[in-house]
T-cell receptor, first 117, second 115 residues
Framework: AQKITQTQPGMFVQEKEAVTLDCTYD???????LFWYKQPSSGEMIFLIY??????QNATEGRYSLNFQKARKSANLVISASQLGDSAMYFC??????????????FGTGTRLLVSP | KAGVTQTPRYLIKTRGQQVTLSCSPI?????VSWYQQTPGQGLQFLFE???????NKGNFPGRFSGRQFSNSRSEMNVSTLELGDSALYLC??????????????FGPGTRLTVL
């Protein structure tokens, strides 16, 4: 069964520093996708970055990058140059059967990031 | 381009009542999925609708149901509400192509409180 593990309940970082949020996953499906979402206190889930299981290079989107280590089944999110507005919950999620069109996401328990001035 | 919209944003009901939540997907998106978020259980998949058909369902009782209309708008219904149904209900939409880059975009959620 597919599973996502986020072992850091909370992380604390100072503004302008980089931070890594951990995510490990478990699946037997060779075709899967890994997603990171940000959830501010308002509740809306904001898509940040995506990594496909067959992608050869690590994904990057602006200040976000994904450190994808397939053999270790890890997909850590790296936020460079943290900003106060980055304070939020961050969720790692996985979707199996990426070639089927089915959309079910399985989420981790999340990491609360607090950025201080 | 307008994002996913959900109505109402907040709802207070009492045990035993039923409730209907609405979700309008991003224009052109054909798939709508629903998730329940609670402090205890986290984010859990409820069901997915595509072309007016439910094509995947999570592990929730039959009190939770949904439908999708021809314009891709979706509703979910919870009957005989229980205290444990208090949660943030999130709707997400996507094109649902058989593509590795297909991404779900979420709405702001409906916060349901059951008293």
């Amino acid at each position: 069964a597919q599973k996502i593990t986020q072992t850091q309940p909370g992380m604390f970082v100072q503004e302008k520093e980089a931070v890594t949020l951990d995510c490990t996953y478990d699946t037997s499906d060779p075709s899967y996708g890994l997603f990171w979402y940000k959830q501010p206190s308002s509740g809306e889930m904001i898509f940040l970055i995506y990594q496909g299981s067959y992608d050869q290079q690590n994904a990057t989107e602006g200040r976000y990058s994904l450190n994808f280590q397939k053999a270790r089944k890890s997909a850590n999110l790296v936020i460079s140059a943290s900003q106060l507005g980055d304070s939020a919950m961050y969720f790692c999620a996985m979707r199996e059967g990426m070639n089927t069109g089915f959309q079910k996401l399985v989420f981790g328990t999340g990491t609360r990031l607090l950025v201080s001035p | 381009k307008a994002g996913v919209t959900q109505t109402p944003r907040y709802l207070i009901k009492t045990r035993g009542q039923q409730v209907t939540l609405s979700c309008s997907p991003i224009s052109g998106h054909r798939s709508v999925s629903w998730y329940q978020q609670t402090p205890g259980q986290g984010l859990q998949f409820l069901f997915e609708y595509f072309s007016e058909t439910q094509r995947n369902k999570g592990n929730f009782p039959g009190r939770f149901s949904g439908r999708q209309f021809s314009n891709s708008r979706s509703e979910m219904n919870v009957s005989t509400l229980e205290l444990g149904d208090s949660a943030l209900y999130l709707c997400a939409s996507s094109f649902s192509r058989s593509s590795s880059t297909d991404t779900q975009y979420f709405g702001p959620g409906t916060r349901l409180t059951v008293l």
